[in-house]
């Protein structure tokens, strides 16, 4: 995995650079974008840092069965107020895919939650990896952290892969009718904390 481009993104967050890692010629590569980072890469000191799984139907389509979409602009309104970095990991529905997660949503709706509607397809609950954000903390030579998140798996990877995670800001969302299950199925099975 290589960087692959960088530009300049204005966003109703502030403006950000933008780059794009993967391998040449990937038309999916993974994203990151930062802002008001020098200084803590200069210095040595943590970087406000979001890993967020790709998720279409939560950032683009706004659905409720998550709150996907609600966790990704929490982490975009933080950097805007205190600069940081968001890495945005290609591996929509748990590492299954749009298609498999949509046939995941119609199991769902037959009464499953999220990670059993995975495993009766045949993946594994969770099949997200976060090596390739270990790389692009490293590209950057990000070595310690403020992580953006709920999940304690994704801190547990960081400190595996020797990056210190020096504080986990909660990325809270909205519970709702829609996605209350999917959020007690979070917090049942990995841990999450809200």
Known sequence: MMLLVTSRLPSPWGT??????????????????HRGIEGALESGAPVDVRIHSEC??????????CDCGEQLH??????K?????LIYLRQEGRGIGLV???????????????YEANAAMGHGEDDRQYTDAVDILAHYKVK?????????LKGKALKSAGVDVVERIPVIGTETAENADYLKAKKDITGHLF
């Open 100 to 114: 498999e997660k949509l046939r995941a949503y119609n199991l769902q709706d037959g009464g499953l939650n999220t």
């Open 81 to 85: 107020r205190h600069g940081g970095m």
């Open 144 to 152: 310690s952290v403020r992580l953006l998140t709920n999940n304690p």
């Open 16 to 33: 950000y650079s933008i780059s794009a890692f993967g391998l040449e010629g990937d038309r999916f590569p993974h994203i990151v974008l």
């Open 74 to 79: 929490h982490a975009l309104d933080h950097f």
């Open 56 to 65: 279409m139907t939560g950032d683009v389509f706004a659905s409720q069965r």
